[in-house]
């Protein structure tokens, strides 16, 4: 038997993802798009307990390639990587759990066990792929209220995401204004802008045209490799920032100074974003990345309410808008204008726009100043929630 | 709303001393549960006792980031914006108290910000230091040079008072924009002796000044 992977103290430790599939009449799911699903999996963890009072639980959103692990080890093997979000999630942590019940789902369309377009189609015993409906950041909150309603939580402390799960956070407090008591949007938007909507399309465009693609066709092991992978590259470009590549790569070779004289990665910028591509082929699925990239597309709150201040006069929470100072992708004036609108709506708003060089991805990152405001923000919710109760 | 370089550049700390001095009588003025806002908030000091002993529902305007994050970090309402920004988003009255510690003469347009804060909130208290201190008349008299003091710490080229003013000049316009001086203190900041309120002659004998301030009204006429 292999030794144990050393878990830190800092860590919740072992976790499972769980899953609960929403079948039954008063389940079948109405998208936006106006097309129905069912029945609907969700896949999730929790981390920490659900107070008797039950107001301790935070709803974690995930990104674009994230999932339903945000913390903690599934097997304890030496060399597993923790949860995506293991840097803001565990004991004595900004989500801290020995304090908060976090909870975080795969959401609606995911590829990472709740119901997406790799899924066999209960009708055709196939997978959806193509028939698969197209959905909205606005279903996937829908469905995220349906997993609460399954645990039992009626009440959020807060709900906190980054960029695609940032726009899920701003829907949640639309949608749902008496559940939610704090949302903390990070790096996110109310609407992408056409430059984003264009990398996503270069990426669509690049999964497509790989003939493996197949009009979506594709035996689960047989995914569009290089389509995908290309795509993943493209995105994470977005992702970083000039300086950030600057300080990780330079111009260094992968092979010393000389130049190689060839087309295959000389430059480490290179090898580094092939890597990225190929290891996202072995756990994404490539429909699965063309309907994402579509949903925040979709995503428009000045489109759906007419104004921002009109989207958030319903809105009954306190906000924690984050934004980060290198991030070109959903850069600091989205967060400013979401504040805006905010203030507008007379709500109560905290902002802060992180000194970063990390770009976009600094919401994953440690090195900066997010764990901490975060932290803050969550404590004063418990401590007003503390008082209210008294 | 993208910070101002130029702005956060200042070194605060210099007259740090003489913005937390006035704390004290600013908290006097802060009713308990009021909304309260601070602009140019710092990293918080003031909102924090606000909260604690007054127990305000506190929100502040930073422009620098770091200070911003300390304040989050605390726990304290905050947003990261220029204060001469966006201040026209709030509603009207959206706040009882609103504060400009040491603040006013640092802006491009006092007149606009004073306006606005009027605007959005019921009151708001206004503190500056006075120019017109006997002990800088005199400097200026017999050395011909800019005072840099307790007060006014820093030199003629890197000041973030872009702005010089006197009590007299203040109530002066006060009385032209119709705006009601509710209450003010005039004060002697020392480092030797205790901080002396001054009731004679203040705009001779005051280094610093501090008015309550509220929209519309009869204007106090007695300027000293």
Known sequence: MSQPNQIPDSSVGLVETRSVIFRGAEWVLQLESGKTLHPVKVAYETYGRLSPAKDNAVLVCHALSGDAHAAGYHTGAPGEKPGWWELIIGPGKPLDTDRYFVICSNFLGGCKGTTGPADIDPATGRPYGLNFPFYTVRDMVKVQKWLLDHLGVKKLLAVIGGSLGGMQVLQWSISYPDLVLGAIPIAATARMSPQAIAFNEVARQAIMSDPSWNYGLYKPDRQPESGLALARMIAHITYLSENAMLRKFSRRMIDGTERGFKLEADFQVESYLHHQGSTFVKRFDANTYLYITRAMDYFDLHLDYGSLKNAFDPCKSSFLVVSFTSDWLFPPFHSQELVKGLRQAGKNVSYCNIGSDQGHDAFLLPGNRMGEVVSGFLTRLEKEVQLAGK | ?224
Not at chain 2, 84 to 95: A, I, P, Q, R, T
Not at chain 2, 165 to 171: G, L, N, P, V
Not at chain 2, 194 to 204: A, C, G, M, S
């Open chain 2, 1 to 224: 709303m993208q910070a101002n370089e130029d702005k956060v550049r200042f070194d605060w700390n210099r007259s740090l001393p003489r913005d937390r001095e006035l704390d004290p009588y600013i908290l006097e003025l802060a009713n308990p549960r009021e909304r309260v806002l601070d602009l140019g908030c710092g990293r918080g000091e003031l909102l924090k006792k606000l909260k604690e002993e007054k127990k305000v529902r506190e929100h502040g305007i930073e422009l620098n980031s770091e200070h911003v994050a300390d304040c989050l970090a605390q726990g304290l309402s905050v947003i990261q914006a220029d204060l001469e920004e966006g201040l026209s988003d709030f509603m009207g009255e959206c706040f009882d108290l609103i504060i400009l510690n040491q603040v006013l003469l640092t802006v491009k347009d006092p007149l606009a910000l004073l306006q606005q804060a009027l605007r959005i909130g019921r009151r708001a208290v206004v503190t500056f230091p006075n120019f017109a201190h006997w002990r800088i008349r005199l400097h200026l008299l017999l050395t011909g040079r800019l005072p840099v003091n307790q007060t006014l710490p820093y030199k003629w080229y890197e000041s973030p008072e872009i702005r010089l003013a006197t009590i007299k000049d203040f109530q002066e316009l006060c009385r032209e924009l119709h705006i009601e001086i509710e209450s003010r203190r005039f004060l002697q900041l020392n480092s030797l002796v205790q901080n002396r309120k001054v009731n004679l002659w203040p705009n001779l004998r005051s280094t610093v000044a501090l008015f309550c301030l509220r929209r519309g009204g009869q204007y106090d006429s007695n300027p000293k």
